[in-house]
Structures are given as structure tokens and as C-alpha cells.
């Protein structure tokens, strides 16, 4: 029994490992102009809203670095803009521009679009299958990783 077990959830390790196949294929469909860094930036700041680029950082998960050059690559061409926080003249706030909403709209076409070619033989039924058990995988992570942080905190 215990075999089945470990079986089953190294094959959906395995599995899920192979999602990097998946990643990379959105990132090549990305425009030349907004590859994943920025096109991350401005998925998190529809997503969650004007924000410090510390809390940038920590959504996702690279140091301020990284982030500072993601944010860089997607202020240049306006796609978002950074404004003086409140109560604090030395800080700043990264903020969604119209034209950063417009370049993510069109990010979620070209991926739709994407989506739509490489799934064509998937019912419908089987795609929302699919979005309903990988939200409730992300959700017990999320889960997990909140309950870890209050034990720690």
C-alpha cells in the first residue's frame, strides 16, 4: 500500500516537473518586447495593485535585483509607473499604466490563442477540469505554506 502511495505521488512530481515544457512554450509565444520578467511585473500588479517593489520581489520570488530590472524593462515603455508612497518621500509604488493594461490584454490573447491551438483535441469539459484541479493544487500549497508561516511566526 505504502508503495502505491510513494508511486503515485512521484509520478505527479514527475508530472509536474514537466510543466517547465509548458512554461517555456508560453515564454517563446511572448512578444520580443515583453518577455516573462515584465510580463510577470505586470500580471502581479494587475493581480494585487500598486505596490512597494520589495512586496514585488517577494511575489515572485528573485531578489530586489531581478526584480528592479523587470521593473526597469516595463517602465521604459510605459507599461507602469512608479509614484512616491504615502507617508514616505524615499519609497515608491509601482503602479499599472493604461498602456501596461493594454499589453497584458494583449498578453492573455496571444496565450488564450495559444491555448485554444495546442488543446484543440480537449473537450471543454476536460480543460475545466483542468483549471479546477490545478487552482486547488495551488490553493492547498497556499494553504500549507500560510499555516507554515503562522507556526514560524
Known amino acids: 500500500m505504502a508503495d502505491q502511495h510513494t508511486d503515485r505521488y512521484a509520478e505527479l512530481a514527475r508530472q509536474l516537473s514537466a510543466i517547465g515544457a509548458v512554461k517555456r512554450g508560453i515564454a517563446r509565444m511572448l512578444p520580443v518586447e515583453c518577455p516573462s520578467g515584465p510580463a510577470a511585473v505586470l500580471t502581479l500588479l494587475d493581480r494585487h495593485g ?84 490545478l487552482a486547488r493544487l495551488r490553493e492547498s500549497f497556499r494553504d500549507r505554506r500560510a499555516s507554515a508561516d503562522r507556526i514560524t511566526a
Open 50 to 133: 500598486e505596490m512597494r517593489m520589495s512586496r514585488l520581489a517577494e511575489l515572485l520570488s528573485v531578489d530586489m535585483s531581478v526584480t528592479s530590472r523587470h521593473a526597469a524593462h516595463a517602465e521604459e515603455p510605459g507599461w507602469i509607473e512608479r509614484l512616491p508612497a504615502p507617508g514616505d518621500r524615499r519609497s515608491r509604488l509601482l503602479r499599472l499604466t493604461p498602456e501596461g493594461r493594454d499589453m497584458l490584454d494583449g498578453l492573455a490573447r496571444r496565450t488564450a490563442d495559444m491555448f485554444a491551438r495546442t488543446l484543440d483535441d480537449w473537450s471543454d469539459d476536460e480543460v475545466g477540469q483542468l483549471v479546477a484541479m
